[in-house]
């Protein structure tokens, strides 16, 4: 079958579906791989991996243990995969590397991966920084107020600089009068998170040049579909870091692609690792916008796909909408283990011939797997028992110079190995500062020859200078109508500026 990838081989005697396929077609209806560590994960995701690569479909992966970068180069038949062929009856195998592109938050093993403060947006920023309601409330108002006056929020040096403008009492006054109550509280918990964020190296995440969609949506000249690999070992290690990034990657796919509907094959494959540290103390109400989010983001032909080891890591409302299942073996332990098992033996369409679900996930080898996928109508496979065929890449890390390798020959290497700082909020109110110091210094210089100068004005001159030019207690005109312009013109570019439905940056 054309559009068809090859998951396994059944171990059922008289299976109608000897060979057991993940179709292509309904491949953005989401999926779940569970299983214990060990227990062959990763190569399932390998093997979905490179089969949508084949079909021309771009992928992304976060490749936390490092053998996932193995996709880059071809098997070796050797004596541990020659076995595992002869038992599949593969006659056909044919090894080959699949197009890859090694992708970074530090830069390191991959390509820098960066986005602007503004493009996050409050809602993501604030589980970033695990913050409260109310802090996160009043992070709310200095991004909407960013928003209203043209202040680019790229790095953490210009958020860090507008907390401090919102901090100062006068400033403090105005945004809360225009937005809602500035607590100095408040802002001092977020800037002791803020700090918290950069010495934990969040600081290289945020800038410039931000990550283009349209890099991970690409094919090589083969037609074969790019796969995006995050090196995820150090990143792991910061899992509120991890997870609001890859939230981040989502929304920006839910609000960017068209809607396209149901294809032939997907526009976008994206595999979520280690997918419990997406719900893991997740405020209710962003949970409710990532489910929302998985909901409907199928139809803008994007297929996401969690990888975790029990099903129950994800919320019901998100494994409903998960179509296509890969079981690994899970050991009932524990009286956790043992719901978790329950649980997954729940999600699957009965087979008689399987027998009881329960017991056969406890008893899977390594390398087996129970498999469920979507069939002609949106029908779910009654459960099969699988061996997971072997992709054709290499199972297991590369060297470091094969690494350098691949990004050596990478077509964005040169658009964000350097970094940009142009100007933003730092600047601008670095400037704005400096501009209200200066007329107070030079007020105070010579201050002795200027009071004969201010009482040699007296009557109609002096009332009109005060009106116009305003006094140390009160705005005069000029003061007056700068302000309003400023405010004006903020309004008319809020107009252009929209935040989704996870808060990220949206230009109309």
């Known amino acids: 079958?054309?559009?068809?990838?090859?998951?396994?081989?059944?171990?059922l005697a008289g299976s109608k579906s000897p060979d057991v396929f993940l179709h292509a077609k309904y491949g953005n209806r989401h999926g779940m791989i569970a299983g214990a560590t060990g227990t062959g994960k990763s190569v399932s995701?390998?093997?979905?991996?490179e089969g949508f690569s084949k079909l021309g479909v771009p992928v992304f992966l976060a490749d936390v243990k490092g053998d996932l970068a193995g996709l880059s180069q071809a098997a070796v038949v050797n004596d541990k995969l020659q076995p595992r062929l002869d038992k599949l009856g593969i006659t056909n195998f044919a090894p080959s590397a699949n197009p890859v592109i090694f992708w970074d938050i530090y830069g390191k093993l991959g390509h820098p991966v960066r986005a602007t403060v503004s493009e996050m947006g409050p809602t993501l920023f604030a589980r970033l920084l695990e913050l409260n309601d109310v802090q996160s409330g009043v992070l709310e108002i200095v991004f909407k107020a960013a928003d209203d006056h043209g202040w680019l929020l790229l790095d953490l040096k210009d958020l860090r600089a507008l907390l401090n403008f919102a901090a100062d009492k006068a400033n403090a006054k105005e945004l809360s009068a225009q937005y809602g109550l500035i607590g100095p509280t408040s802002i001092a918990a977020i800037q002791r998170a803020l700090l918290q964020l950069e010495n934990a190296g969040g600081d290289v995440f945020f800038g410039e040049p931000a990550l283009d969609l349209a890099d991970f949506m690409r094919q090589d000249m083969s037609g074969r579909g790019v796969v995006n690999i995050l090196a995820a070992?150090?990143?792991?290690?910061?899992p509120m870091l991890y997870s609001t990034f890859l939230l981040w990657l989502l929304s920006e796919l839910f609000e960017k692609l068209p809607e396209v509907g149901d294809l032939d094959v997907p526009k976008l494959v994206f595999f979520f690792d280690e997918a419990h540290l997406l719900f893991?103390?997740?405020?209710?109400?962003?949970?409710?916008?990532v489910e929302q989010v998985v909901r409907l983001i199928r139809s803008k032909g994007v297929g996401v796909y969690f990888c975790s080891q029990n099903p129950d890591d994800a919320p019901d409302v998100i494994l409903g909408q998960l179509g296509n299942r890969v079981q690994h073996a899970l050991r009932a332990f524990t009286p956790r283990d043992q719901k978790a098992v329950n649980a997954a033996a729940q999600t699957f369409a009965p087979n008689p011939a399987v027998g009881d679900i329960t017991q056969v996930i406890s008893q899977l080898g390594v390398g087996e797997a129970l498999v469920s996928t979507l069939q002609d109508g949106g029908v779910p496979l009654p459960v099969e028992r699988a061996l997971i065929v072997p992709p054709g890449c290499r199972i297991g890390t590369i060297s470091d110079a094969e690494r350098a390798t691949i990004r050596s020959r990478s077509p964005v290497g040169g658009k964000y190995d350097t970094a940009v700082d142009r100007e933003s909020a730092f600047e601008i109110l670095t400037q704005r500062a400096g501009a209200t110091a200066a007329p107070?210094?030079?007020?105070?210089v010579g201050g002795g020859a200027s009071a004969p100068a201010q009482g040699a004005g007296s009557g109609w001159g002096k009332t009109i200078s005060d009106v116009v030019f305003g006094t140390t207690r009160r705005q005069g005109m000029i003061e007056t109508m700068a302000k309003s312009a400023i405010r004006s013109g903020g309004s008319r570019l809020g107009?252009?500026?929209?935040?989704?439905?996870?808060?990220?940056?949206?230009?109309?």
Request: charged content about 25%.
């Open 495 to 508: 107009t252009a500026l929209v935040r989704g439905v996870l808060g990220s940056l949206l230009r109309k």
């Open 440 to 444: 107070s210094t030079n007020g105070n």
């Open 1 to 11: 079958m054309a559009n068809d990838i090859l998951l396994g081989k059944s171990e």
């Open 45 to 49: 995701l390998m093997v979905m991996a």
């Open 233 to 238: 070992d150090q990143l792991i290690l910061k």
């Open 280 to 289: 893991d103390d997740c405020p209710p109400a962003l949970q409710k916008r």
